[in-house]
């Protein structure tokens, strides 16, 4: 069995389509999809329904709340102004049928595949918002082992790849698909094999049309920044001081 792990997706078409595509001529039979399917990229409405038409098992992420969550007038005093506008304008760009299916969404997925018990989350398995990254402890992981109960975690939000095992249980974090802030711009995603005597993971990085994702973002009159988390592959707060002031 092999599966495509990817999450983060935060509305960028063009790098998950070029994920789709190398998961295909990898032979992925599945995609487990971690959640943020919106939040900075000009695509949300798109990104929605290409993960439904690919039928991705997916989990919802804590921007995809945030947008849906976001109302008319002035964002809260703990938002930056162009989070706030991120997730305004993704609610404001979905349809009603993709704010009731991302609403529909779990925060939690529990399977079995190939006599393992998995679990899906976005964050972590205590939390929607912890970052579990390469530099978690092996002691965090433990606690965090015992309330999974599973014997695969797949988790992401940090945008950070990593897999690691403690205590028999595999955390697997596939990185960013749409929003990678390492400062390669290239969407970052794993596969999966399981069977009877097989376990492999491995992350890969995928080139995509960064110029097209950045151009769309133009076209919307999105900030300037959000072109340049693009094309830089790094966090708002990195860009920011940056970019010129609009």
């Known amino acids: 069995m092999k599966v495509a792990l990817l999450g983060d997706v935060h509305a960028n078409l063009p790098a998950l389509e070029a994920v789709l595509a190398d998961a295909r001529a990898r032979g992925a039979e599945a995609i487990w999809h971690l959640g ?4 900075y990229g000009a ?4 990104v929605v329904r290409c993960l439904r038409a690919v ?6 992420g804590n921007y995809d709340r945030k947008a849906l969550k976001a ?12 989070k706030w506008l991120a997730f305004r304008w993704a609610h404001d760009n979905l349809s ?3 704010r009731k299916y991302l609403r529909s969404l779990p925060e939690q997925i529990r399977l079995e595949a190939e006599g393992k018990r998995v679990l899906l989350v976005h964050a972590s398995p205590a939390s929607t918002k912890e970052h579990l990254t390469p530099q ?4 965090r992981l433990r606690e965090l082992a015992l309330v999974a109960a599973a014997d695969i975690v797949v988790c992401g939000h940090s945008h950070q790849p990593f897999k690691r095992k403690v205590d ?3 955390f697997i974090n596939p990185g960013s698909v749409g929003r990678p802030d390492d400062g390669d711009p290239r969407a970052s995603y794993a596969i999966l094999q399981l069977g009877p005597r097989l376990f492999q993971v491995r992350h890969y990085r995928v080139a995509y049309d960064v110029a097209r994702a950045a151009a769309a973002l133009r076209a919307q009159k999105l900030p300037a920044a959000f072109a340049q988390m693009v ?8 860009v920011l001081p940056l970019t010129p002031q609009e």
């Open 168 to 170: 028999g249980v595999w």
């Open 71 to 82: 109302k008319k007038g002035k964002p809260p005093t703990t938002k930056s102004p162009q």
């Open 231 to 238: 094309l830089q592959g790094r966090s708002l707060a990195a």
């Open 96 to 98: 009603k049928e993709s």
């Open 55 to 60: 039928q991705a098992l997916s989990v919802i």
């Open 36 to 39: 943020d399917f919106v939040g």
């Open 43 to 46: 695509f949300p409405e798109a």
């Open 136 to 139: 978690t402890t092996d002691e």
